[in-house]
């Protein structure tokens, strides 16, 4: 069974700080990750993917194959950060994304 | 803000009621997903659709119903049997249920069992 975990439900930093959201998986396949976002008042939409290595909204994300994670990080964080972070793994077939509970920021001006 | 939307914004049901929760799509994707959110527990997948007139059930498909009969439409019925159905639901769909395929998502629909 695929499980993602996030382990901090609230992360509160102050503006210009640096920030990282963890996420910790298990999967007997050969893992494919992704961040979600959802600012206030948004619709859930993808932040970045690990098989692109892309930095987005300067957040990047590394796949750590062992320590299972796939922590998101931003060396200084802006008050428009601010939103609701999930961690997904997609299955070998790729029909079934599994979902972390979420981890929400809050950046402090 | 079109591609996918869901109908209603706010649903109110009693107990012992079936309700059917509306989503659509004009993005022409082929894969579409229907997602319970509970605060602290994230996203769980309660079914998906791969292709018109297949689909399969997630991990949470029990007490729910959905049927694929056009492509764009995916309607999600939460039927009495459904032991504690107040949640947020969230409808998503992909160009096809390949593992790089980006999941686009609706704007929810509150459920809540009066």
């Known amino acids: 069974a695929q499980r993602v975990t996030q382990p901090e439900k609230l992360l509160s930093v102050f503006k210009g700080a640096p920030v990282e959201l963890k996420c910790n998986y298990s999967y007997s396949g050969s893992p494919e990750l992704f961040w979600y976002v959802q600012y206030s008042r948004q619709r859930l939409q993808l932040l970045l993917r690990?098989?692109s290595r892309e930095s987005i909204k300067g957040f990047t994300a590394d796949l750590n194959k062992g320590e299972t994670s796939f922590h998101l990080k931003k060396p200084f964080a802006q008050e428009e950060d601010s939103a609701m972070y999930y961690c997904a793994l997609v299955n070998n077939a790729g029909n079934m994304l599994t979902f972390g509970g979420g981890t929400r920021l809050m950046v402090k001006p | 803000d079109g591609g996918i939307t869901q109908s209603p914004k706010y649903l109110f049901r009693k107990e012992g009621q079936n309700v059917t929760l509306s989503c659509e799509q004009n993005l022409n994707h082929d894969a579409m997903y229907w997602y319970r959110q509970d605060p602290g527990q994230g996203l769980r997948l309660i079914y998906y659709?791969?292709?018109?007139?297949?689909?399969q059930k997630g991990d949470i498909a029990e007490g729910y119903s959905v049927s694929r009969e056009k492509k764009e439409s995916f309607p999600l019925t939460v039927t009495s049997a459904q032991k504690n159905p107040t949640a947020f639901y969230l409808c998503?769909?992909?160009?096809?249920?390949?593992?790089?395929?980006?999941?686009?998502f609706g704007p929810g629909t509150r459920l809540t069992v009066l």
């Open positions: 998503a769909s992909s160009v096809t249920s390949g593992r790089s395929n980006e999941q686009f």
């Open positions: 690990h098989i």
């Open positions: 659709s791969q292709i018109v007139n297949d689909f």
